[in-house]
């Protein structure tokens, strides 16, 4: 072949050598500048209508590299690639293909995408014209997924896996892969023609393929691609399929273990980039065990390979065969091999891959010593990893624990030796589950004292001896080593040390202290009393000390019990480490959801009965929230229920039972939630009805008014109440009615409302008016009922079939915008008036959509002036245990939980 | 699929930037800048892959070259690495004994053997002969 240094392009010689001889960064700039200009005006010559192949690729280059995509010649350009694509020169077609796929804009897609298919499929496109044109097809689909009508060409693009040109089945290949994740059932032929092709390659000699063997090993590239492209689809079920796929992945396997036959790293390479594929779709499929133990075994000879590459591909794959009921118990015989990974790796992320295989193949079995490997590699690992690290050792700790005095030791061992890497959410953890565990409180105080008794200690050892000892401190205070003026004045020998918000938590364990230890109180005060504490510039920390000396001063000895007393447990939940260490992979936990799933421990701690206050793990915020609950500007202030005996702030809490009791109708006013008319309250005097009508998000609520007595009502005086936000959220407008109600009459006032935005609280209607009652004394009606108003009423409903709803529901998935409720039923549990419940709700129940036919589904749109907000509602029946579990997904989370509210008292 | 493909050599210099995704001109600079830096202080006993924002990094070098693809974090790594290897024989194949100046001097050819080989991210053509003859049959037509 003709060496082509190149000669045929002089202008372009010269540029360069024009550049290399400006003497300035300027001079450079304007050298280009110049040669750009050029560039340009030979557009107007126009370099791709030239018929010269070398212009016109030049032309095309320039196109690719350097036109921005909204440059105003693009419509040149897309007309230039128009004529290329239907030229009789298949080079030419060429070139416009590669230059498509290169740019691949928007506009692009619309122009070409419709045509490309035919040009794919014909029997008369050449070959190399056939690879452009399906990877072109698949750049377009990327820019614009809609752009390509799959049904109508699947089986002819499917069709070329079985080509005769290996580059056309590669290319097809690639674009079959992208087409089918967007539309598998259109595709779902290639799994055949793929386990087919694969098998002709996987049981040839590398001489076959002559062209297509690299290194020895036949076409692996292709192999790769088919073999990824198989885990788009479930194991094939077809028998014939299913057993010549097993056959192939057997090869495989049996080919790993061949005496080499070349000593060329290529050739190893390419062989195992095929292996470590099929390695993937065993997992994929992961329903067959032989294989899988096989695979794993595999693995485990890599793990001591010289090559540093495998070593690291094993641990990666690993990962994924720990996370296989069928592979977890072969992973673990490895075990030794990959905590010696651990220590004398070179490569960093190699150890990294060590660490997250430790974290997949940890049990019960072997937490313990897997924990202890993992703190001590702690000591010394790469900083970028440290803060990972710990939380998985923090999660391991806590999921493994069948003794929970060994968590405490892990987590207060994890501060010592990686302080800095502890994250909030771990130290939160670790004070939620003493809080939770009577069984472990006792010594976790003991170990948090000692701790502490060392002289240097991290501010995260404070921070939890702090919380600890001024909750438990107590139970370690017989010890005459760590009495009440000890401990305090040891907690206080770091108080100086500390930032801000640790002498805030101190503060609070110390008044803690005033009530557990009356004895040092004054001592307390004397620290709260200082200047430094009472006059701190932070207004948090001020107020801690101002309040918490005023409490102690002016509190009794009870008061401060109740006010002071130990920590109610933490709620259940997901522990929010777990949230944490998914955060900071977002792209992985994404693409590998499904696996991870199976991969990570849940931190869910077990429940062990024999503890007392059973096993409850919360969220980690609640911490520090729970802190400030105690601090006095909350505690004097009026209780709720003192709050909602003003009027104009009634809260509406439709969970709870009693109400108000200012409102008649507290109790059964809820019933409305599902239906539109009734009687609102009546008693020997009058009778008041409602009838409420919508449209969007407007309300039209008929009031009747009935009067019972043979006299008249004077003075009849309706007001509505719309207190605080409620006020802004709604529009009401009343029409104004005449003060005399007639004997036996019945008198109808229209109230018209808008909703402005959706709102929570209820709408109250205050009534006034005076009667004589039997003995023809007079007497006054003073009395408020709550509306009939309630978000779910300005529901529009939706119909959707089952994909869609599907597709909604999982795209609403953030933890915000779901609301759920377990709750047990009040009334029988039958179909009928569970549906009529549903349907009165406004939003539309869906038949067929929910694949469990037990279950129900609704969807509608909250309509508001400012937004339209979309709801999807979800009960789950269990008739045996007589629950239902209610969920609402909506794009706005304060709708989720209110309609959690009001629908979860309805049944 | 691939990301972008860039040549780079020890001093950090660009010989070939081929992207398949779409990048403002300083983010391409910033990206070029981050590889350079993350790729030279790996040695031999290192891996040839690196993670990379939010993708990894496939490299391999030659002499004074640094050959990097970047792609997706679920890719099999030794088939790009692989693939590399194919890229450079071909490279050597068509240029005689290929050094960086072909590259410098050459672009405009270095960017069609990546045309044949890479298209739309994904590897288009691995058959060495295939892609040679293609190109003859190209060079023969200037």
Redesign the interface.
């Known amino acids: 072949m003709p060496a082509v240094k190149g000669d045929g392009m002089r202008g372009l010689a010269v540029f360069i050598s024009d550049i290399r001889n400006c003497k300035s960064k300027e001079a450079e700039l304007k050298r280009i500048n110049k040669e750009l200009a050029n560039i340009r005006s030979k557009f107007k010559v126009n370099l791709l209508s030239s018929n010269k192949y070398t212009e016109k690729q030049i032309g095309y280059l320039f196109i690719s590299v350097l036109i921005e995509q909204n440059s105003e010649l693009m419509k040149l350009i897309i007309q230039g690639i128009k004529n290329d694509l239907v030229s009789r020169n298949p080079v030419h077609v060429n070139l416009a293909l590669q230059c498509i796929a290169n740019i691949g804009s928007r506009e692009m897609a619309e122009a070409f995408a419709p045509e490309l298919p035919k040009l794919l499929i014909s029997g008369d496109t050449i070959d190399f014209v056939k690879q452009s044109a399906a990877l072109c097809l698949l750049k377009l689909f990327r820019t614009m997924p809609e752009c390509i009508n799959c049904a109508e060409y699947a089986s002819r693009i499917v069709h070329l896996l079985n080509d005769s040109h290996m580059g056309v089945v590669m290319s097809a290949s690639s674009l079959i892969e992208a087409l089918s994740k967007k539309s598998p059932e259109d595709f779902k032929g290639c799994v055949s023609l793929s386990i087919s092709r694969l098998s002709r390659i996987v049981t040839s000699t590398y001489t076959d393929l002559q062209d297509y063997t690299y290194y020895f090993v036949p076409a692996p590239w292709l192999c790769v691609k088919l073999l990824r492209l198989l885990q788009n689809y479930p194991p094939p079920e077809d028998p014939s399929n299913k057993s010549r796929l097993l056959e192939c992945l057997e090869g495989i396997l049996n080919r790993a273990q061949d005496a080499p036959k070349s000593k060329k790293v290529q050739h190893s390479n390419a062989k195992n980039s095929v292996l470590f594929e099929a390695i993937s779709l065993i997992i994929h499929m992961d329903s067959e065990p032989n294989l899988l133990v096989r695979a794993c075994n595999q693995l485990g000879t890599f793990l001591s390979h010289r090559e540093t590459n495998l070593r690291y591909l094993a641990l990666e794959s690993m990962c994924l065969l720990a996370t296989s009921e069928f592979s977890h118990e072969a992973v673990k015989k490895h075990q030794d091999t990959i905590i010696n990974a651990l220590k004398t790796e070179r490569d960093v992320s190699v150890r990294q891959r060590a660490v997250d295989l430790l974290y997949a193949m940890c049990d019960r079995t072997n937490a313990s010593e897997i924990v202890a490997e993992m703190l001590t590699y702690l000591e010394t690992a790469d900083y970028s990893i440290r803060e990972e690290m710990v939380l998985k050792v923090a999660i391991l700790a806590e999921k493994y624990a069948t003794d929970y005095t060994w968590y405490v030791d892990v987590i207060l061992k994890l501060i010592r030796i990686a302080g800095d890497y502890v994250s909030e959410e771990v130290w939160y953890r670790v004070i939620q589950i003493v809080v939770n565990r009577e069984d472990v409180q006792g010594y976790a105080a003991k170990t948090c004292f000692e701790a502490l008794q060392k002289p240097a200690c991290h501010e995260n050892m404070v921070k939890v001896g702090g919380y600890i000892l001024g909750e438990f401190g107590n139970l370690i205070a017989g010890d005459q080593r760590s009495s009440p003026s000890i401990q305090f004045h040891m907690l206080h020998s770091k108080y100086h040390l500390c930032s801000i918000s640790t002498r805030c938590l101190l503060l609070t364990a110390y008044v803690k202290f005033c009530n557990l230890f009356p004895e040092i109180k004054p001592m307390i005060q004397d620290v709260l009393n200082t200047d430094h504490n009472l006059r701190n510039p932070d207004a948090e920390l001020q107020q801690r000390a101002v309040e918490y000396l005023a409490m102690s001063k002016i509190a009794s000895a009870d008061v401060l019990a109740t006010v002071l007393e130990e920590m109610p447990p933490f709620a259940e939940k997901e522990s929010s480490l777990l949230a944490k260490l998914k955060k900071s992979k977002p792209q992985q936990e994404e693409e590998n959801a499904e696996k991870e799933k199976k991969a990570r421990p849940s931190a869910v701690m077990a429940n062990d009965s024999s503890s007392s206050t059973g096993v409850v793990s919360g969220s980690l915020v609640d911490v520090d929230t729970a802190q400030k609950e105690h601090t006095l500007s909350d505690v004097f202030q009026p209780s709720p229920a003192a709050a909602s005996s003003d009027r104009s702030s009634v809260e509406m809490r439709p969970a709870s039972t009693g109400g108000d009791p200012d409102v008649f109708n507290a109790v059964d006013y809820l019933k409305f939630v599902t239906k539109n008319n009734g009687i609102l309250y009546e008693d020997d005097n009058i009778q008041i009805g409602c009838k409420l009508e919508t449209r969007s998000n407007l309300a039209r609520l008929g009031m009747f008014y009935g009067n019972k007595t043979g006299g008249a009502f004077t003075n009849f005086n309706p007001s509505i109440l719309a207190g605080g936000s409620l006020g802004v959220q709604l529009q009401v407008q009343a029409k104004p009615l005449d003060a005399v109600v007639g004997a036996g009459a019945q008198v109808q006032q229209l109230i018209n409302i808008v909703c402005v935005q959706e709102f929570t609280k209820q709408l109250i209607m205050h009534l006034q008016f005076s009667y004589h009652d039997k003995n023809s004394v007079q007497q006054s009606f003073d009395k408020c009922l709550y509306l009939p108003i309630f978000i779910n009423k300005f529901f529009e409903p939706t119909e959707m079939a089952s994909e869609q709803f599907f597709n909604r529901w999982k795209a609403l998935s953030q933890t915000v915008q779901e609301a759920q409720k377990i709750f047990p039923a009040k009334n029988p549990m039958e179909k009928e008036a569970i549906r009529t419940k549903l349907a009165g709700l406004g939003s539309k129940l869906l038949d067929d959509v929910d694949p469990n036919p037990e279950n129900y589904v609704c969807a509608g749109i909250v309509h508001t002036q400012s937004q339209q907000i979309g709801a999807l509602v979800r009960l789950e029946p269990n008739t045996q245990a007589k629950m239902y579990r209610l969920t609402i997904r909506s794009s706005k989370d304060t709708v989720s939980k209110q309609l959690v509210e009001l629908i979860s008292t309805q049944f | 699929m691939i990301r972008f493909i860039l040549i780079q050599n020890r001093a950090g210099k660009t010989r070939l930037a081929k992207w398949y995704m779409?990048l403002e001109d300083d983010e391409k600079q910033k990206l070029i800048e981050e590889v350079h830096a993350c790729v030279t202080v790996?040695d031999a006993?290192?891996?040839?892959?690196?993670?990379f924002r939010?993708f990894k990094i496939v490299y391999r070098r030659y002499a004074g070259l640094y050959f990097c693809i970047c792609v997706d974090?679920?890719d099999?790594?030794?088939?790009y690495?692989?693939?590399i290897?194919?890229f450079v024989e071909v490279l050597n194949?068509?240029?005689?004994n290929v050094c960086e100046l072909?590259l410098?001097?050459?672009f405009?050819?270095v960017?069609?053997v990546v045309?044949e080989m890479f298209?739309?991210?994904?590897?288009?053509?691995?058959?060495?002969?295939?892609v040679?003859k293609?190109l003859?049959?190209?060079?023969s037509?200037?």
């Open positions: 779409n790996r006993k290192h891996t040839n892959f690196v993670e939010n974090i679920l099999n790594n030794l088939y690495l692989e693939a290897h194919n194949e068509y240029f005689h072909d410098v001097f050459n405009y050819k960017y069609s045309d298209l739309a991210g994904e590897v288009r053509e691995t058959s060495q002969t295939k040679l293609q003859l049959m190209l060079t037509l200037e």
